[in-house]
Structure formats: structure tokens, C-alpha cells
């Protein structure tokens, strides 16, 4: 069973940044779709980033830019590069993880595995 904790959240003023982490565990596959998604305040949870086994990411435009995904698959570790947070930005951020060997799709029905979030906060 695959388990993930996230790490790194925090309060921060608009402008700056933050660096989020997931550590996985119980990982049996070499070949994972890994993601970040998050729920801001009385909203559903979106999916803004992910990446696959070949490195490659995505990103919904409102963090493209901002924000970069990368992954560690010696320490099996997921990470978020945060800069220029926003006050929109302000949500529970969670990781994902499933075991696929094609392509990863900012679609929360693909992932299996999560983690229980970090809060980050954003003031102006």
C-alpha cells in the first residue's frame, strides 16, 4: 500500500515562496503518474500539477510559471517549487500518486493514492 505525507506548508506574505514535499512509501512500481492537487476554501479540489515517469509535467495556467513539480525517485520523494504565491494560491495541498506507465492527466479519478494535505496560506 502506497502511503504519502506531505510536508513544507505554511503562512506566507503574497510574493513569496514556498517548497512543498511528499514522501512516499510502500512503493512497489517504477512507473508512477505523481501529482499535486489542492481545495481552497469552499471549493472543489483541483488538480494544477502532475508528472510521469519520464519527467515530464503539467500544469494548469494558473500556477504556470510560478510553480515547478519534480520528482526524487531515488528518495521516492515528490516535491512543489512555489514562488510568487498569491492569496488565491491559499488552500490544502495534497499529492498524489498511481502506478501508470503512460501518460498523467490532471484528472483526480486517475489517482488512487493521497496523501492527508498541508495547509498553505497566503495573505496580501
Known amino acids: 500500500q502506497v502511503q504519502l505525507v506531505e510536508s513544507g506548508g505554511g503562512s506566507v506574505q503574497a510574493g513569496e515562496s514556498l517548497r512543498l514535499s511528499c514522501a512516499a512509501s510502500g512503493v512497489t512500481s517504477s512507473r508512477y503518474c505523481m501529482g499535486w492537487f489542492r481545495r481552497a476554501p469552499g471549493k472543489k479540489r483541483e488538480a494544477f500539477s502532475t508528472i510521469n515517469s519520464d519527467d515530464i509535467p503539467t500544469y494548469a495556467d494558473a500556477v504556470k510559471g510560478r510553480f515547478t513539480i519534480s520528482q526524487d525517485n531515488a528518495k521516492n520523494a515528490l516535491y512543489l517549487q512555489m514562488n510568487d504565491l498569491k492569496p488565491e494560491d491559499t488552500a490544502m495541498y495534497y499529492c498524489?500518486?498511481?502506478?501508470?506507465?503512460?501518460?498523467?492527466?490532471?484528472?483526480?479519478?486517475?489517482?488512487?493514492?493521497w496523501g492527508q494535505g498541508t495547509q498553505v496560506t497566503v495573505s496580501s
Open positions: 498524489a500518486a498511481e502506478p501508470s506507465d503512460g501518460a498523467c492527466y490532471r484528472d483526480e479519478a486517475q489517482f488512487n493514492y
